[in-house]
């Protein structure tokens, strides 16, 4: 997979609404140290240690123990491939799931048996990320391909658009931004560099990805998009509220996410305003 520069056209997505921290924060107990969290359905889910799996339908004021294995794994990824169905992925390839809405649950050992630390599934097609490698599955996430670049930088984040198109975001370096896209199901994979840029954060939406990071060398805020991992484009954003970070991170469209630089925050990316990268 060679580091090649994008030069495709531009392609502009529409804004997202910008998104408000709150205060009020409480602490809530659980058996055991949750690592990760999602909401689907109205509810909130966390898995973590001991392979503990537990659900909220009250916006995290009580909590139900659905899943427990003393001395099991660490569950670190979360993900709903279907209205009924959630799957758990975590340490040594154990992977857990409930077809039922979490009312009973499977536990086996995916093939070949790494350890993940994400992963993003849309029906039967995920994507992974394992210490150096990503991975990919087409059978709901039992067997999975690990790949990994030849200079074997660390994987951050992956992303599933639908079930055809993947990406995985790289560690950046003085160079620029290496991610590689699939538009296949994850029968092929291409490099792509995008120089001048350090991401660390990508979200996905109907209208493509976008990914949330900082210029080099000057750091300020930059998100890029694209529909399809291939063409991208890219635009400096304003910090309106610095308070949207926090040492973990900042709280951008979608989510949450690890970022570097000058403490960037939400960004509002007018259209015109989009580069070709």
């Known amino acids: 997979m060679a580091a090649l520069t994008s030069t495709a056209p531009a392609t502009t997505l529409p804004t997202v609404p910008p998104v408000t921290l709150t205060s009020a924060w409480t602490s809530v107990g659980l058996p055991d140290e949750p690592l990760d969290v999602a909401a689907h359905n109205g509810q909130l889910w966390v898995s973590g240690a001991n392979e503990m799996i537990a659900v909220s339908d009250d916006a995290g004021e009580h909590w139900t123990v659905r899943n427990e294995h003393r001395n099991g794994e660490m569950l670190f990824a979360l993900v709903f491939p279907a209205p009924r169905e ?16 979490g009312q009973t649950w499977k536990r086996s050992m995916i093939t070949p048996a790494a350890g993940v630390a994400q992963v993003e599934q849309i029906g039967s097609f995920a994507v992974a990320a394992a210490g150096d490698n990503f991975g990919t599955s087409t059978d709901g996430g039992m067997y999975w391909q690990f790949r990994a670049l030849s200079k074997r930088p660390t994987v951050t984040q992956v992303a599933v658009l639908d079930a055809e198109h993947g990406l995985a975001l790289f560690e950046g370096n003085k160079s620029g931004q290496e991610i590689v896209t699939t538009e296949d199901g994850g029968v092929t994979w291409s490099g792509n560099l995008l120089s001048g840029y350090a991401f660390r954060g990508v979200r996905t939406g109907s209208a493509g990805y976008v990914l949330y990071g900082h210029a080099i060398p000057d750091d300020h805020p930059v998100q890029a998009r694209s529909s399809d991992g291939v063409a991208w484009s890219a635009a400096p954003g304003s910090v309106p509220e610095y308070t949207q970070c926090a040492t973990q ?3 951008i469209p979608g989510g949450w996410t690890d970022l570097t630089g000058a403490a960037p925050a939400l960004w509002a990316l007018p259209p015109d305003d989009a580069q070709p990268i």
């Open 86 to 101: 959630i799957i758990a992925y975590g340490t040594a390839g154990v992977r857990v799931e409930s077809q039922d809405s």
């Open 249 to 251: 991170g900042c709280l």
